[in-house]
Every structure is written in structure tokens, then in C-alpha cells.
């Protein structure tokens, strides 16, 4: 006997199929919650399978996201061997099958037959480290995009209440930047006060920071900025309330970015390949710990080809009787967070020759016609 349960996951609950042996279905389709309640009963399915098979049943499911999180907690506390796959394997086998058939129970019964076909490695505990590290890289990933969004809102409203502020500071998004500007967001503000009163207003939010000479010279650069205006009022006051609104989100975004970015450093250095791949020209605290946590375990991969697969940058194949293609994209089939810190590798590795190696293998492609060897 070789028992198995194939597990199809979706959203709060998930459709059980147990085979015996190959070929050998046993019993009906299981449906069962992610609740207490509902992983108890499955707790007693599996035992029944495992009763009538004589020993434990392995457990197939797709990855699909966070939702077979609960299913693969609780079966690690009952220590069950499991297999989570790509569902890009389950999906070709599904177009191997005459019938269009898209069902739940159809899918749990693909996965236990799958079982019997294909070698699939145990699901390995990637590590409290490695979970973690993926969760706040993902985070970041997250939140970087709503502050990116918040930014463009920003930009709007400020070009149409006092766009010759951008540049006063440097940097528009600097903490002294967003506080002047949020207690004094128009330009008739700022030349209702005197540059003796501005400096010190500068000299305040900055803290002990920057000097006084400092200060001055950028109350004066402010003060020509209000005067260049084209209006010293907005015609609009709500535009007033939402530059507020924007300026406390995007000074929260950036304590935020600021808390995780030091909680991912902290797990990545405790992994020893943290320092071994920021040996690579190009890659940094922030790209390595990205790569780390979408890699996993290494080890899972046993040749390099199945990482390059992995991570989507192998070149696609296509021949069809006498004619092959030579020129191919990649697939872009597997992790796209990896694939896009690759990416980020490179442009950093080949930007003012940081890499070498890397910018003179690019310079070839690139006298060899390929132009789109990057965005591809």
C-alpha cells in the first residue's frame, strides 16, 4: 500500500481525495473547513484512511498563496508527511484530459493520481527565519507600492497648490520637507512670516540635524520659491485637506519602510548566505534579502537548471516540424518577486560598471541584436 490524500485548497476550506494504491480510490470526496471544527474532522478522515491503508497517508495540495497555510500548520503539528506543488504541474496534467472538467472534487482527484506519476520532494519547514524574512519582504513589497501611490496623489495636489516648492528641500519627500509643508502648504503662508522666523521654524523641525547656516540658506531658497510662485492661494481649499491627509500617510509610510527594513536585515543576517551573496556586484541588503526569502530552502533544488525554471528567466522553446525559433522570451513561469529581484540585480550590477563580468556579457548581447535582452 501506498496511501494518499489529495488536497485541493481554496479559500477557507478544501476538498479531500484518498487513495489507497495507484488506481485505488478510497471512499468519497471529504469537504471540510479550515476551522477547528473542520480540521478535526479531517484529523479523523485521515486516520480512517490511514486504518484502512495499514500506515500514514501523504498529503498532496497546490501552493495557493496563504490559503493552505492553516491545512499545512495543522498538519505539521500532527507530523504528516505533505507535498506542496507549483500549480503549473497540476495544470499541464489537467490539459493531458480529454474532458474540460473543472470541479473541486475533479481537482482533488488529480492530485492524489498525480502522486503516482510525477517525483515530488516532501514539503520541507523552510525555517521560522526564512517564513518570516518572506513575510516582511512581501510586506515591504506591499507597502512600497501604496507609498508609490500615495507620492503620485501627493505630486498632484502639490502642482496645483505650490509647484515651485519641488526642489527646496532636495528631497520633496524628507521628514523637514513634509513638516514645513504641513504647516505651511502655501506660498502667501510662507511670505507672511520673515526669513528669521522661517529659519527658525526649519531649525525646529530638524532638530539638532542640520546648522543654522543651513537653515538659513534654505529659508532663503524658500522664500525666492513663494515668490516665483504663479499663485500665492489655492483656488480649491479641499486640495488644502488632502495635502494634509497625504502628508501624514506618507510620513507614516516611511516610518513604517524605516521598522521593517531593519526587521529584514536583522533575519537576514542571522542566514549564512547573506553575506555570501552580497558578494555579487549589485546586490544589496535589501535585493539578497528578497532573494533568500523567495529562494528557500536551496537545497530543493538539485541541479541549477531547476532554479533558473524556478525563477522564470529560462528561455522559452518553440519548434514546430522544420521550423525552430531563435528568438525566444523567457517563460516568466514560477516565483515573480524572485524574478523581479534578479532583475533589480542586474540593472544595479551593469549600471556605472558595478559588475564587470556581468556589464561585459551584456555589452556583447547587446552587439549581438539583442536589444530587448533586459525586458525580456
Known sequence: MNPVIGLDVSKGESHAQAFLDRGVPHGKIFRFKHDLEGLASFLTYIRGVESAAGMRPSIVMEATGHYHSPVVQFLDEHQYLYFVINPLISHNAKKTNLRRLKTDAADAHLLGALFYKEEFEPFKKRGQHLMNLRYLTRQHESLTGMYVQAKLQFQAILDQ????????????????????????????????????????????????????????EHAQILIAAARRNPFKETAFPSHLISMQLLIKLLLQYQDHLADLDKSIEALAEELLEYDLIQSIPGIGTKIAATILAEIGEI????????????????????????????????????????RTALYQAVRCGIRSNRNKRLRAYYDKKRAEGSDNCLRE
Not at 528641500?169 to 520637507?177: A, I, Q
Not at 504641513?182 to 521654524?201: F, G, Q, W
Open 161 to 216: 497648490v505650490f509647484p515651485e516648492y519641488h526642489g527646496v528641500f532636495g528631497d520633496l519627500y524628507s521628514k523637514v520637507s513634509l513638516r514645513f509643508l504641513a504647516l505651511h502648504p502655501t506660498s502667501k503662508e510662507v511670505l507672511d512670516m520673515s526669513e528669521k522666523e522661517i529659519t527658525a521654524t526649519i531649525q525646529r523641525l530638524t532638530g539638532r540635524g542640520r546648522s543654522a547656516l543651513w537653515c538659513l
Open 299 to 338: 537545497d530543493r533544488f538539485d541541479h541549477a537548471k531547476k532554479l533558473v525554471a524556478f525563477s522564470g528567466v529560462d528561455p522559452s522553446v518553440f519548434s514546430s516540424g522544420k521550423f525552430t525559433a531563435t528568438i525566444n522570451k523567457i517563460t516568466k513561469h514560477g516565483s515573480r518577486r524572485l
